[in-house]
C-alpha cells in the first residue's frame, strides 16, 4: 500500500476532512482498504463523518464495495452504528439498500435488530425490501420483535410487512412476543391480520405462552382481542390449567373473566381445580369454585378434598368443605380422609372434616378408626381431638385391640392416661 493510501485511511478514520482532501488530490485511491477490507469509505460511515463520506463518494469511491469481513458495505456500518445523515446520503448517491453481507442480513435488517427506528423508517421510504430473510430465515420484523423494538415493528407494520411469518416450531411473531414479555410489540401485531389464536407445534398459542411466563398484563390484552380461553395444548392443558399450576392467581382471575372453562380435564385427567387443591393454593381453589368448578370431580379415585388431605392444606380443606365436598370420601384402601388426616398428625385439618360432619367411627379394611390411628401412631393433640369429638373409644380392630390397648402397647403413658379418662377400658 502506497503511503498517500495508507495517510487517506488514518485521515477518513480520525475525521480529518482537509487531510482526506489532500492524500486524495495527491493520487491517493478512493477505493484504498485495510487486510480486512475496511475501505475509507467505510471509517468514515462507521465513524460519523458526513463530509468526509460526500467528498469519497464523488471523488469516485465504490459505494457498494463489501468489506472481506463478514461481507458489510458502508450503508450496513452507517446503520449499525445509529448514523441517519449519512444512510440518507448514501441512499441518495445510490447505495444498495437490499445488498446482503454473510449472514443473509440487509441494512434494513441491522437498523431493526438495533431499533433504530429513524433508520429504519428511511430505509422503508427508499423501497428496502421489508420481507427478505436472513440465514436464520428472520425478516426484520422479526428481528423487531425479538428485542422488543414497538416502533419499529409499528414502522414495519405500517410498510406492509408480513406478520404472518412462522419458524420450524410454527412459532408466530406473537408467540415471540408473548414468551419474552414485550407488550407494545404485542399491541403493535394485534392491530393487524395476525391470528391471535395460532398454534405452534406444541399446541401453545401466544396466550398459553403468556399466562406460563407470568405476564398479567399481556394475557389480559390477548383475552381482550379474542384469544381462545379454552384452547388446549398437546397435553390438553388450557390456558387456565397453566395458570394453576404456576399458582398465577390475578392471571386466574382475567381467564375466568374471560370465560375459561373451569371444568375441563387436560391429558391426566386433572382440573384445574384437582391441581390447585393439590398444591394447596387456597385463594385459586376459592376463585374457581366461585365460576362452578366441580368440588367432587374425580381423577385416579382421588377429588379435591382427597388431595388437598393428603398434602396437608388445611386452609384448601376448609374451603372445599364449606363449598359442599363430602368429608366422608373414602380412598381406594377403604381409608377415610379423617383416618388420613390422623395418620399424619395434621389435627386442624383433622378438626374441619369433623365440624363439616365426617363419620368420627368409621373403620378401616382392618376395623381401625381414626382414634386408633392416632393412638398407635403417639399423635396426642389428634387424640385429644378426637376425643373432644365424642370418637368410641371401646371399638375393637380386627385383631380386637381398642385404641387404650394400643396406647399400653406402645408405651404411650401421655395418651393411655386420656383414654383411661375418658372411659376406655
Known amino acids: 500500500m502506497s503511503k498517500n493510501n495508507a495517510s487517506l485511511l488514518e485521515a477518513a478514520r480520525s475525521g480529518d476532512i482537509k487531510r482526506v482532501q489532500n492524500f486524495l488530490s495527491a493520487g491517493a485511491s478512493p477505493n484504498v482498504s485495510d487486510g480486512d477490507g475496511t475501505t475509507a469509505l467505510m471509517f468514515a460511515a462507521n465513524s460519523g ?28 456500518l452507517a446503520c ?30 441491522i437498523a431493526a435488530l438495533k431499533g433504530y427506528s429513524f433508520i429504519v423508517q428511511a430505509l422503508v421510504d427508499a423501497g428496502a ?13 422479526k428481528l423487531a420483535v425479538k428485542q422488543g423494538h414497538s416502533a419499529v415493528v409499528e414502522s414495519l407494520i405500517k410498510a406492509q410487512a408480513d406478520v404472518n411469518i412462522r419458524d420450524k416450531d410454527s412459532e408466530t411473531l406473537l408467540m415471540l412476543a408473548a414468551e419474552k414479555g414485550y407488550l407494545g410489540v404485542i399491541e403493535a401485531l394485534l392491530t393487524t391480520n395476525i391470528d391471535v389464536n395460532a398454534q405452534n407445534n406444541y399446541g401453545e398459542t401466544a396466550l398459553s405462552i403468556a399466562v406460563a411466563a407470568g405476564y398479567t398484563s399481556i394475557v389480559a390484552t390477548l383475552v381482550n382481542h379474542n384469544a381462545d380461553v379454552n384452547i388446549q ?47 394447596g393454593y387456597s385463594t385459586i381453589v ?23 388431605t393428603l ?77 373432644e369429638a365424642g370418637a368410641d373409644i371401646n371399638l375393637k380392630n380386627r385383631g380386637g385391640y381398642t385404641a387404650l390397648m394400643l396406647a399400653e402397647f406402645n408405651n404411650y403413658p401421655n395418651i393411655l392416661k386420656i383414654l383411661q379418662a375418658a372411659g376406655g377400658e
Open 49 to 76: 463523518y458526513t463530509e468526509i463520506v460526500r467528498i469519497l463518494i464523488d471523488s469516485g469511491a465504490n459505494i457498494n464495495y463489501q468489506r472481506k469481513s463478514y461481507g458489510l458495505t458502508a450503508l450496513m
Open 80 to 109: 449499525a452504528t445509529n448514523k441517519l445523515d449519512i444512510v440518507r446520503l448514501l441512499i441518495s448517491k445510490g447505495a444498495d439498500i437490499n445488498s446482503v453481507n454473510e449472514d443473509g442480513s440487509t441494512a434494513l435488517m
Open 129 to 141: 425490501n421489508i420481507n427478505l430473510k436472513d440465514k436464520d430465515n428472520d425478516t426484520a420484523l
Open 233 to 279: 395444548d398437546q397435553d390438553a392443558e388450557t390456558p387456565l390449567h397453566i395458570a394453576v399450576v404456576e399458582g398465577f392467581t390475578e392471571i386466574v382471575e382475567v381467564l375466568l373473566n374471560g370465560g375459561a372453562d373451569v371444568n375441563k380435564r387436560n391429558k391426566l385427567g386433572d382440573t384445574p381445580l384437582l391441581v390447585a387443591a393439590l398444591q
Open 286 to 308: 376459592k376463585a374457581l369454585i366461585k365460576q362452578g368448578a366441580d368440588v367432587e370431580a374425580t381423577n385416579l379415585q382421588e377429588t379435591p378434598l382427597t388431595l388437598a
Open 311 to 387: 398434602q396437608g392444606n388445611a386452609e384448601t380443606v376448609k374451603i372445599l368443605l364449606k363449598n359442599g365436598a363430602n368429608p366422608n370420601t373414602q380412598l381406594q384402601d377403604g381409608k377415610t380422609l379423617l383416618i388420613e388426616a390422623t395418620k399424619r398428625n395434621f389435627k386442624t385439618i383433622t378438626q374441619e372434616l369433623i365440624a363439616y360432619g365426617a363419620d368420627i367411627n368409621i373403620q378401616d379394611g382392618n376395623s381401625a378408626t381414626a382414634l386408633m390411628w392416632a393412638t398407635s401412631l403417639g399423635y396426642f393433640k389428634v387424640v385429644e381431638v378426637l376425643l
